[in-house]
């Protein structure tokens, strides 16, 4: 079945310096690729999304890139701040609709 | 509303009894979704609707768990004879319609099973 695998689990960086979290999909016909950001106790929230039709999308401090061959999306993380600390989800689906299926998360770390 | 909304917050229950879970999504959305988070783990899709019905109701983990969806709103989602490895945090989340892009999460339900 569809399958998101997330690497790493957890990540420790200190302040400024940059997080990649990686994440590989099983589905080919995915184009939809979206991130969220979990805070202790708190609800997902999405931080920013890519379709298939780009290779990468940026905002600010955060940047995805997508290898649709290779089937992997990654989440850049530069000049990280104490308050970017967080659980990490990567998750693929597709734009006409369906379920969102998301990796194992990463909990990353950002040591002032 | 103005954001989803989940009830109870939290439900302590006894193995073996039955469960609701309420899930209001924000108005106007058309798709609804249920996912589950167990401690330190990701977001386990359950099952979908789009309106009223369920395109895709794979990731229910058993017969013991059901879901509805009534006048394209309020959604119910029933764990029956619950079980320790039930416990974990129920999370429903709407969209405006699906595909439309970011998908709107509540704050959950902890189900602690004992």
């Known amino acids: 079945g569809e399958n998101v695998e997330q690497h790493p689990s957890t990540l420790s960086v200190q302040e400024g310096d940059s997080a990649v979290i990686k994440c590989t999909y099983s589905?080919?016909?995915?184009?939809?690729f979206p991130w969220y950001k979990q805070e202790l106790g708190k609800r997902p929230q999405l931080i920013i999304d890519i379709r298939s039709n780009v290779g990468e999308k940026k905002d600010q401090r955060i940047a995805v890139t997508l290898n649709k061959t290779a089937k992997h999306f990654s989440l850049h993380i530069t000049e990280t701040q104490p308050e970017d600390s967080a659980v990490y989800f990567c998750?693929?689906?597709?734009?006409?609709?369906?379920?969102?299926?998301f990796g194992q998360g990463t909990e990353l770390s950002v040591k002032p | 509303g103005a954001g989803v909304s989940q009830s109870p917050s939290n439900k302590v229950t006894e193995k073996g009894k039955d469960v609701e879970l309420r899930c209001d999504p924000i108005?106007?959305?058309?798709?609804l979704y249920w996912y589950r988070q167990s401690l330190g783990q990701g977001l386990e899709f359950l099952i979908y609707?789009?309106?009223?019905?369920?395109?895709?109701k794979s990731g229910l983990p058993s017969d013991r768990f059901s879901a509805e969806r009534t006048g394209g709103s309020v959604s119910t989602l029933t764990i029956q004879r619950t079980q320790q490895e039930d416990s974990a945090v129920y999370l429903c989340?709407?969209?405006?319609?699906?595909?439309?892009?970011?998908?709107?999460f509540g704050e959950g339900s902890r189900l602690t099973v004992l």
């Open positions: 609707f789009q309106g009223n019905s369920a395109p895709d």
């Open positions: 589905d080919s016909a995915s184009n939809y």
């Open positions: 998750a693929a689906g597709k734009n006409q609709g369906g379920k969102l299926i």
């Open positions: 108005s106007g959305h058309t798709a």
């Open positions: 989340a709407s969209i405006l319609q699906t595909g439309a892009g970011e998908l709107f």
